[in-house]
């Protein structure tokens, strides 16, 4: 169903369920010669897409797919439809026995919340609760009616995970810059433990591992009629000759759906990312390889992705292959001719490190401090259990000298008892 394709997809999911019918590839194109082998998408898993109710999201499609009336409204839904919410007043016309499944789903995931956010907050303890990402973990729901299921729900859903699911590249790309700034604070801090000839030594190996990074081969323009067919010659061993787009795009539909989706594309620049990036050199980064793989995957996908549901069909793609950028592309520049942050940033992000350590640190003090308060009152008590014990003994010895009647001078009793 396509609804249930641009949703998951749209969330970073590779649909299962979903056979579309296709043309055979040309007959002139023989495929024992393809070195990609055919995937059964009906055996493909969709991976996480690392929201925290994945699972959830997962189980609410999976049984609303389940009811013939929804299943067909949502058939020839688009992107901006699901994305509207609109089509969530469809969910008051599914059966009784979808609607009391989706209820069950929703409890469970109000229970598992509750019991998460108990968790949080017994983690917390006295160092301070942050309510509002707190309440977040229950912006995919609404809480308010935590038994039944509504339309509100379903909305609620698919807003969140668009929304969420639409930050998701940025986040990397700032994470990636953290990264890069991080590794150049620890290199100058490192320089500056350093004498000056071992100092000179080290920058001078620097400089001479960058060049040694930035002398690849030429890396084609993602998406160019020129890496394509590197593609097709390199990994799919056809003749360049009879490169044609239509059979490329279903070579590469890996799980036959129709669609060339995010990892689909990803995979396409594999043996560009190899002109750049070996595992085995110790001047290339495979946190930068992963980073230029993304950016070479939002490249295609402004390009051709004209709806901009994260999806790229067949028509979309032969589009793409028509225009002048097709054929007489602009060089690609790879991250080693960019700079990710400048001398500002990197102060700024020195700064808030010397903020947190100073933060960890005087944590540590207090701790510390702590740990020589418990370890004094622990040598009181045992001064004190000592002392109790010598008094104790004490208290036994006398007890025992005043039990054992007095000796004359030749050691016999000075009194008896009488019989």
């Known amino acids: 169903m396509r609804w249930r394709i641009i949703l998951l997809q749209y969330c970073f999911l590779l649909v299962s369920c979903i056979l579309t019918a296709l043309e055979a590839v040309p007959i002139d194109i023989d495929k024992t010669k393809v070195k990609t082998q055919p995937v059964d998408s009906a055996k493909i898993e969709p ?27 949502l058939q020839k839904a688009d992107i901006e439809e699901i994305k509207s919410g609109r089509l969530s007043k469809e969910l008051d016309l599914v059966s009784h026995h979808v609607r009391t499944k989706l209820d069950e789903l929703k409890r469970q ?42 339309s509100t729900d379903l909305d609620m859903l698919i807003k969140a995970a668009t929304s969420d699911l639409e930050h998701y ?48 081969p030429k890396v084609n323009h993602p998406g160019s009629k020129d890496q394509l067919k590197e593609v097709w010659e390199e990994t799919d061993g056809l003749d360049p000759n009879d490169f044609d787009p239509k059979t490329f795009f279903k070579l590469h539909d890996v ?42 995957r939002e490249h295609v996908m402004n390009e051709v992705d004209a709806n901009k549901d994260r999806l790229v069909t067949l028509d979309e793609f032969l589009k793409a292959t028509e225009k002048k950028e097709f054929l007489e592309p602009d060089s690609w ?21 010397s903020l947190q350590e100073n933060e960890l640190k005087k944590k540590a003090d207090e701790l510390q401090k702590q740990k020589e308060e418990l370890q004094r009152q622990h040598d009181q008590l045992e001064a004190q259990k000592q002392e109790y014990h010598q008094v104790v003994q004490q208290m036994e010895q006398k007890k025992l000298e005043q039990e054992i009647p ?12 009488r019989m």
């Open 47 to 73: 991976p996480d897409t690392g929201l925290y109710y994945d699972e959830y999201l997962k189980q609410v499609i999976d049984v609303l797919e389940t009811d013939n009336h929804f299943r067909e409204k």
């Open 109 to 150: 995931e109000v229970a598992r919340l509750r019991m998460l956010i108990k968790a949080k907050l017994d983690s917390l303890q006295d160092t301070g609760i942050d309510h509002h990402a707190l309440l977040k973990q229950f912006d995919h729901l609404n809480h308010l009616n935590p038994d039944k299921f509504e």
């Open 169 to 216: 590249d940025k986040t990397r790309h700032e994470e990636f810059k953290k990264y890069e700034m991080m590794k150049e604070h620890e290199r100058r801090e490192y320089l500056k433990t350093l004498n000056e000839e071992k100092r000179k030594e080290e920058e001078s190996r620097f400089e001479e591992m960058r060049k040694k990074h930035e002398n690849h």
């Open 255 to 296: 799980n036959n759906d129709g669609f060339l989706d995010e990892q689909e594309l990803e995979a396409l620049f594999t043996k560009e990312l190899e002109k750049v990036y070996d595992p085995k050199n110790e001047e290339d980064d495979m946190v930068e390889m992963e980073e230029e793989r993304l950016r070479m």
């Open 333 to 353: 520049e790879t991250m080693d001719q960019q700079q990710f942050f400048t001398e500002e940033e990197l102060k700024e992000y020195e700064n808030l490190i």
């Open 406 to 417: 007095p000796s004359g001078p030749g050691g016999k009793l000075k009194f008896e008892p």
